[in-house]
């Protein structure tokens, strides 16, 4: 039985592997596990030959052409690690996918059934395969033809298929959340500007009525006090602002929403402690954040998500110009507290210390969960590897690294330590930015967010600096932005729910 395929809308700047499920074979491509059954029909010549060149090495791969009842056929033997686990599984959906590819092969049937993966029921292969295909077909192409043709279509075949349909149809929707951020975060600083990413807010908050938009710039921003996400942008080109993309689907008022809040610096040089050559060039990516929360925002309303949510960006290009803000410089923040600028590279946790703050106000959250490429202490700490996730609950700590680790996002708990916070101790404000030396700046930085949060609020802190941008690519996530956070926001929510 066809099923028919399952979607996802191919857009004008990048391309998802479109996954469908089917209980039939077809002809065509076949992904099959390196076993005996694979060579059937081949002539015990051609077996022997087949097995003398076999891929020998768990996750390679080998592509053969057959004739089978008279009609040309591709397959491509991979071979699984019989014990392997979800990563080995992962690994191998992807590393087909590029194979075929490399072949101009546009579509393939991957037999599931054949398929040994440890502890994972049918349900969650569907899910990851769903999820890898998805990923792994993603290139940011706009501004260079790819080399190869995009692989198209990935057909699952399973017994029983129709039952995983919407396995098929979530697993879909919550990736297109994760490549619309990549797209988001690899468009080049000029281009992805503050102007940008509100015009990228409007475009989502039309596509279902559930989303309201309210961005607060300009005078609005100033008269407001939220000084510090003034300060921040007000030498750049374009005006910094704070973004608030309401998603409301309940009737029901008074069901206070789930913030989310990412940051949004869409370059940062540093500002007059301006970065040096080596450090400077990847900065478009510092609104990774923000990204990654408008692609959860986009995954939410796709799901249909029932729950009131507060979408936040808060957003500036930290420039240069007469008019930069200052190292040194003292800051009236919304909360009302001063603020002495430690370093204007530590710009981040200033926007985002005061969209804290104002939200908090607004909304009355009861959670509030902040995403942001903070620190390169935080990358030091834990490579590109894992995202480092501060809370002043443990319990909501446990819940994100959970979550995270069931959608194979890292996330690994971090420390605030009451030294952290004693380390912002300022002479000439109620607190400095930064902390005092070199050392835990990933911890500091999370510290002096921590000031800016009610006792009543439950609030987390993920530094993604790391898996947000990699610097180079790994499986299924590419070189550059990769939308980390994403699937660990929605899988967080779908719980709640
Ligand atoms: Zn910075």
Request: net charge negative; proline share 4%; hydrophobic share 35%.
């Amino acid at each position: 039985m066809m099923l028919g395929s399952r979607l996802f809308t191919i857009s004008r700047r990048c391309y998802a592997v479109r996954v469908s499920l089917s209980s039939k074979q077809s002809t065509g491509t076949r992904i099959i596990p390196n076993t005996e059954e694979a060579l059937s029909g081949s002539s015990a010549e051609l077996r022997k030959m087949i097995k003398e060149s076999s891929p020998s090495a768990p996750g390679s791969t080998q592509l053969l052409y057959s004739i089978e009842n008279g009609a040309p056929e591709r397959k491509l033997l991979v071979n699984v690690k019989e014990d392997g686990d979800v990563n080995d599984f992962r690994s191998v959906i992807h590393k087909s996918i590029q194979h075929l590819r490399s072949h101009n092969v546009k579509d393939a049937t991957l037999c599931l059934d054949d398929f040994p993966v440890k502890d994972l029921s049918k349900q969650d292969q569907v899910d990851h395969i769903t999820r890898t295909a998805v990923l792994s077909g993603y290139e940011f192409s706009k501004y260079k033809k790819p080399k190869n043709e995009p692989f198209e279509h990935l057909e699952i075949c399973q017994s029983n298929a129709s039952s995983y349909e919407e396995v098929v149809s979530e697993s879909t929707k919550i990736t297109s959340g994760t490549l619309f951020a990549r797209d988001l975060g690899n468009e080049q600083g000029d281009v992805a500007n503050p102007e940008y990413l509100e015009e990228a807010a409007t475009t989502l908050a039309k596509e279902n009525s559930a989303f309201s938009l309210r961005v607060i710039k300009g005078k609005e921003l100033q008269e407001l006090g939220l000084n510090m996400i003034t300060a921040v942008g007000q030498a750049a080109q374009w005006e910094p602002r704070l973004i608030l993309l309401e998603y409301k689907p309940l009737k029901d008022n008074s069901e206070t929403p789930v913030v989310l809040l990412g940051k949004g610096i869409t370059f940062d040089t540093g500002g007059l402690n301006l970065k040096p050559t080596g450090f400077i060039e990847n900065m478009h990516m510092d609104m990774c954040g923000a990204a990654a929360v408008l692609g959860t925002a986009k995954a939410v309303s796709n799901l249909n998500l029932q729950q009131n949510i507060v979408f936040a960006l808060s957003v500036a290009e930290n420039s240069i110009s007469e008019k930069a803000y200052k190292p040194g410089a003292i800051l009236k923040s919304y909360s009302g507290k001063t603020v002495e600028v430690g370093n204007t590279d530590a710009e981040g946790r200033l926007v985002l210390a005061d969209a804290l703050s104002y939200t908090q106000e607004i909304y009355k959250p009861k959670t509030i969960i902040d995403v942001a490429t903070l620190t390169g202490a935080c990358v030091v700490a834990l490579g590109e590897y894992a995202a480092g996730l501060f809370s002043n609950k443990p319990e909501l700590q446990k819940e994100l690294c959970d979550a995270g680790s069931e959608v194979l996002e890292r996330c690994w708990a971090m420390p605030i330590f009451p030294e952290h916070t004693e380390e912002l101790e300022s002479k000439v404000a109620d607190t400095s930015s930064t902390g005092k030396g070199r050392y835990g700046g990933a911890s500091t930085a999370a510290a002096f967010l921590q000031k800016f949060i009610q006792d009543d609020v439950q609030w987390a802190h993920m530094d993604v600096a790391g898996p947000a941008m990699y610097s180079e690519a790994r499986s299924y996530m590419p070189k550059g932005s990769t939308g980390f956070g994403v699937q660990t926001l929605v899988q967080y929510l779908k719980k709640q729910n």
